[in-house]
C-alpha cells in the first residue's frame, strides 16, 4: 500500500507568520501534487512537481510557495499566512499523473489562521 | 471545479437503498477517478476508471465517454457508507486533475 504522510496534522498560526507543511512519500513515484480544500468543497490544487528540484504552479498558487528537495519530500510554503488560507491541505503521490495509477493521499493537515 | 460538476450535492438514504451519484464534465477525458472522503477527512481511492464498467463490492463505477459523464453506483447502502465521494478528472492536457465539489452521503439506520 502506498503512503504518503504529512505534518503536522494540524496547526495555528498567527496571521503574517510562516507556515511549511511537509509530505514524505515512500511510493516511489515521481509525482506529487498540494491541494487545498475548503469545507463543502472539492480539492483545487497549488502547487505540483513531477522531478526534484522542480515544482509546478497549480490553479491557486498565490499566496503558496512549494518545494520539493528530493524525490520522497514535497513542503508548502506560507511564506504571511492569511486568513483565507484557513483550509485543510491534502498531499498527494502518484507514479504518471495518473495514467493508469491513482493518486494516494495523506491524511490531511488543517490549518487555522487567526 | 468548473470542469467537473457532481450530482446531487447532498444525498440522504435509509440503509438499504441504493444511491446513483453522477459526476459531469465540459473537457477530454484522459481518467476519471473516484474518491471516499472519511468524515474524518481522509480520502481513500474507489475506482480508476477511464471508461467502461468497473465493480467492486457493492460499489459499480461507469464512464461514457462519449456523453462525458461517470457515474458512482452504491447498492444496498449501509451506515458506514456515510461522507463525501468525490470525483476527479484527468483531462489529457497537462498534469492537473480536477476535482468536482462531492456528494456528501448520508445513510440512516
Known amino acids: 500500500e502506498a503512503a504518503v504522510t504529512q505534518s503536522p496534522r494540524s496547526k495555528v498560526a498567527v496571521t503574517g507568520g510562516k507556515v511549511t507543511l511537509s509530505c514524505h512519500q515512500t511510493n516511489n513515484h515521481d509525482y506529487m501534487y498540494w491541494y487545498r480544500q475548503d469545507t463543502g468543497h472539492g480539492l483545487r490544487l497549488i502547487h505540483y512537481?513531477?522531478?526534484?528540484?522542480?515544482?509546478e504552479k497549480g490553479d491557486i498558487p498565490d499566496g503558496y510557495k512549494a518545494s520539493r528537495p528530493s524525490q520522497e519530500n514535497f513542503s508548502l510554503i506560507l511564506e504571511l499566512a492569511s486568513l483565507s488560507q484557513t483550509a485543510v491541505y491534502f498531499c498527494?503521490?502518484?507514479?504518471?499523473?495518473?495514467?493508469?495509477?491513482?493518486?494516494?493521499f495523506g491524511e490531511g493537515s488543517r490549518l487555522i489562521v487567526v | 471545479g468548473q470542469q467537473v460538476q457532481q450530482s446531487p450535492a447532498s444525498l440522504v438514504l435509509q440503509e438499504g437503498e441504493n444511491a446513483e451519484l453522477q459526476c459531469n464534465f465540459s473537457?477530454?477525458?484522459?481518467?476519471m477517478q473516484w474518491f471516499y472522503q472519511r468524515p474524518g477527512g481522509s480520502l481513500v481511492s474507489l475506482f480508476y476508471n477511464p471508461s467502461g464498467t468497473k465493480h467492486s463490492g457493492r460499489l459499480t463505477s461507469t464512464t461514457v465517454i462519449k456523453e462525458r459523464r461517470s457515474s458512482l453506483h452504491i447498492s444496498s447502502s449501509q451506515t458506514t457508507d456515510s461522507g463525501t465521494y468525490l470525483c476527479a478528472l484527468d483531462p489529457n492536457s497537462n498534469n492537473r486533475i480536477f476535482f468536482g465539489d462531492g456528494t456528501q452521503l448520508v445513510v440512516k439506520p
Open positions: 473537457t477530454s477525458l484522459n481518467s
Open positions: 498527494a503521490s502518484s507514479s504518471d499523473r495518473g495514467r493508469g495509477n491513482t493518486l494516494y
Open positions: 512537481s513531477y522531478v526534484a528540484d522542480s515544482t
